[in-house]
């Protein structure tokens, strides 16, 4: 598909603070957006009429759709885009897999786990093929002050996006072009993307270095407290992917790249950039409980994932292992064993042979590891 002034459908899967502000900015595009909250709780307040108000980075009333099932969502949109933590992916993916047309392209943001293999496997078995694209973050970043608002802390002005089978990559790329404008930047493949998702390094560094303010529930400024040693750990932690990834011959984002573009601030030592954030209001607000997806989502769905990629590559990712071992000690959980969806496309019996062909053409091998 070309970039065009077409539009579009687009069904999203999850009705929190990501898909909100992406039906916000579909709709003021001029596309239709139609939510789907797979509880059915964050979209009863606009199902029932209300609109969805967007402040900050967006302002604006919007009326978005909104579907009672996945099916629904499925059959109404020309597109459907999966917005949601990754420990509801699998559960959303296999809400939606039986529904999907042949062709019928879906864009998963941001995009966790091999989540792409595992929905292609799904649908294949009902003889569908059909791309999907993935983006290495969101679109914005955002909360949900309340159930029909949305809070726009920025836009982005890049987003590395991939496409699998690869062969579908110019065609994804138009897409996102056509629904979000010309902010998105082309990456190898979905092996690319896994490696360029910067939340969970990142959380890591803000969660474990503020985990007794988000225990004891305060109030505090992200931005402001990563102070030099934290931002000296995020930066660490941002060495290993980017090794990880030269290693595999893949060009990812740096942490220094992702604060510029995604907040508009210049390079600096971490610690200054987010001090700079901070003193223009944007710094955000750091976690008030231990119960976020900075731990529960990205230590399983993120930190293990960079760590299999490292064993992988022979470039072992040290300090995001030792997250995965920190967090797992100090909330009494194995947070290796809560990924839902790395077991299902059976990570630890690939080969990095068998993961390349899988990210290019979509299909996981089912015979035993071969290759190195
Ligand atoms: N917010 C931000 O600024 C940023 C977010 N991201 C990433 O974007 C993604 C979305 O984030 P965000 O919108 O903030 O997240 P939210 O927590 O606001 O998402 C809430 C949505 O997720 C659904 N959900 C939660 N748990 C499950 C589950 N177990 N099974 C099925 N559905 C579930 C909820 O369902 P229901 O409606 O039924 O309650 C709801 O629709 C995450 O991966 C996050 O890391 C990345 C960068 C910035
Ligand atoms: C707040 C922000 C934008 C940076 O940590 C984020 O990535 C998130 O909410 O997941």
Redesign the pocket.
């Known amino acids: 598909m070309a970039a065009t002034h077409e539009k579009l459908t687009v069904g999203i899967a999850g009705a929190g603070a990501v898909a909100f502000a992406t039906a916000a900015c579909l709709e003021d595009a001029g596309h239709r957006a139609i939510l789907w909250s797979p509880s059915g709780k964050s979209t009863a307040r606009l199902a029932a009429g209300e609109a969805l108000t967007a402040t900050g980075a967006l302002e604006g009333a919007f009326h978005p759709g909104v579907a009672a099932s996945a099916q629904d969502l499925v059959a109404a949109s020309d597109v459907v885009l999966v917005a949601l933590p990754g420990y509801g992916h699998k559960t959303v993916l296999d809400a939606i897999a039986p529904h999907l047309r042949d062709g019928q392209p879906v864009i998963i943001s941001s995009h966790a786990s091999f989540g792409a293999l595992y929905l292609l496997r799904q649908v294949a078995q009902r003889g569908v093929r059909l791309p999907v694209t993935v983006w290495g973050t969101t679109l914005a970043?955002a909360r949900q002050p309340d159930l029909a608002t949305v809070s726009v802390n920025t836009i982005r002005s890049k987003i590395d996006v991939a496409t699998v089978p690869v062969s579908e990559s110019a065609k994804g790329l138009a897409l996102c072009q056509t629904l979000f404008g010309d902010r998105f930047v082309p990456r190898e493949d979905v092996l690319a993307i896994s490696l360029s998702n910067l939340?969970p390094q990142?959380?890591m560094g803000?969660a474990l270095c503020n985990m007794t303010r988000m225990e004891h529930g305060e109030t505090w400024s992200?931005g402001g407290n990563v102070t030099p040693n934290v931002g000296r750990l995020m930066e660490a932690l941002d060495a290993e992917r980017v090794a990880i990834a030269t290693a595999l011959g893949l060009k990812v984002r740096t942490i220094f790249e992702h604060y510029h573009l995604s907040y508009h601030v210049p390079v600096a030592p971490i610690a200054e950039m987010n001090a700079e954030l901070h003193a223009k209001g944007i710094g955000?607000q750091g976690p008030a409980t231990a119960d976020s997806r900075y731990v529960t989502e990205d230590v399983p769905y993120g930190l293990a994932v960079t760590a299999a990629l490292g064993k992988m590559a022979g470039h072992p990712a040290v300090l995001h292992q030792s997250g995965v071992a920190l967090f797992s000690a100090m909330y009494g959980r194995d947070f290796l064993a809560e990924n839902t969806l790395l077991s299902e496309i059976g990570l630890d019996r690939l080969s990095l042979d068998q993961l390349r062909q899988a990210c290019t053409d979509g299909t996981l091998p089912t015979t035993e590891k071969t290759g190195t």
């Open positions: 970043t939340n990142n959380h803000i992200q955000g």
